[in-house]
Each structure stands twice: as C-alpha cells, then as structure tokens.
C-alpha cells in the first residue's frame, strides 16, 4: 500500500468516536478489553511506580483508571478527542484522585516540553488523522530517555489455530473469534506496520530509536527518546 493510498484510509475514519458509540464502546468493546489492558498495567507497574502518565485515546478510562488505582505515587492523565467518553470517564473516576481526564488531541499535547515519565496508548493509532504529528508530540513531551508505547491491532496475533484457541480459553469468544476481523478493521496488518508506519516513524524524531512486537493481543510499538 502505498504512503498515500494508507493517509487518505486514515483520513476517512473518525478520529473521536461520536456520542452513540461512545455509549455503546463503553457498554461493550471496553469491558472485553479489560483483561488485555489489565496485563499492560502490569507491565506499568514493573517499570514505575511515581511520575506521570498520559494515556492517548484514553475512551472510557478504565486502563488509566487502573493504572492510578495500581500506584498512588502515578498522576495519570487521559486525553480524549471524544467529549462523551471524557464524560464518561471522568464518571469511571470518582474517587481515584490521581487520574485525570481532559479532552484534546493528541496532535497537540497540554503538556510542556520534557514532562512526562510515559505516554500510552491503546487501540487508538488506527483513528489518528496526522500520525506522524502524532508521534513527534509523545517526543515532545516525554523526558529524556523515557518511552511511549502505542498498541494497536494488528490480524496476525490470529494467524494460526493455535493462537485463537489460546486467545478464546484466556479472553473469551469476542476476542478469540471475532478478534481477526475486528483487528482488520481496526489496527493495521504487519506488513503496513513494517513499511508504512516504520516510513511515518523515521520521519519523526523517534527516528531509528522504536521496536515492533506482537505481544498479547496486539502490535506494540515502543519508542524511546533519547537522552
């Protein structure tokens, strides 16, 4: 696929998802995502446990939420292009001080240069109009030498029997059926994450500085900033 062809796919989807689906992502998609989110939490928490987080495309909150509730010593912050999910959020959120959720693109960041520990983000990239904008704001804010992490969908975590059988036993039907085509349409294959987004990245300053893996239920891109 060429450069193009990928940006003009990426400028027909909507980055915020409208009040209906809003209500609806929240009532469903959400809760079955609640599992993968909780082991990247996890993974959180093995690397940090005080600083600040900012968590792009954040929708109803539970993973910020869970992250904050995990450490206390953690501000985490939630930005959100959707006003009904930041709503919804901030409703999910009563009680949990140390989470935040603001509306905003995550083209342009409220946060000042060099200032936060980590920036995450799931499920979110295939909706970014300008990714590359995107990336070279997680640059921005990020301290030296801390990372972002991006995940996203990608259909071959499904590629063989074997993994769908694993994913049905440990997350349930909706992800271990229906995750391929629901990773189709929303995330990337590996070849456009190994040549089009890899082609977006090194015209970032991240340049030369990311990994790609396929972990759990997703691909996760990890960027660093150097020091």
């Not at 993974?43 to 909150?61: N, V």
């Not at 904050?68 to 999910?85: E, F, N, W």
């Not at 890899?198 to 991240?206: G, S, V, W």
């Amino acid at each position: 696929m060429s450069v193009t062809r990928f940006i003009k796919d990426l400028l027909r989807r909507p980055e915020a998802i409208p009040t209906p689906g809003a209500i609806i992502f929240n009532a469903t998609v959400s809760i079955v995502l609640r599992k993968p989110e909780a082991k990247i939490a996890k993974e959180i928490m093995k690397k940090m446990r005080s600083g600040t987080i900012i968590d792009l495309g954040s929708g109803p909150g539970y993973l910020s939420i869970d992250i904050a509730r995990r450490s206390p010593g953690l501000q985490v912050y939630g930005i959100d292009l959707s006003r009904q999910m930041v709503k919804i959020a901030r409703r999910h959120a009563k009680g949990v001080g140390n989470a935040r959720f603001v509306f905003g693109n995550a083209a342009k960041l409220p946060f000042k240069d060099n200032f936060i520990d980590l920036v995450i983000s799931t499920g979110a990239l295939h909706h970014w109009k300008m990714p590359r904008l995107v990336f070279d704001e997680c640059y921005r804010v990020l301290k030296p030498g801390q990372e972002a992490w991006i995940y996203d969908g990608c259909p071959e975590v499904f590629s063989t029997p074997a993994d769908r059988r694993k994913l049905n036993e440990e997350y349930g039907f909706f992800v271990g059926r229906l995750g391929p085509r629901v990773s189709t349409l929303h995330g990337f294959t590996r070849e456009e994450y190994q040549t089009v987004i890899k082609d977006m990245l090194e015209q970032t300053a991240f340049k030369g500085n990311y990994q790609m893996a396929l972990t759990d239920i997703w691909m996760k891109i990890t960027l660093r900033k150097h020091q």
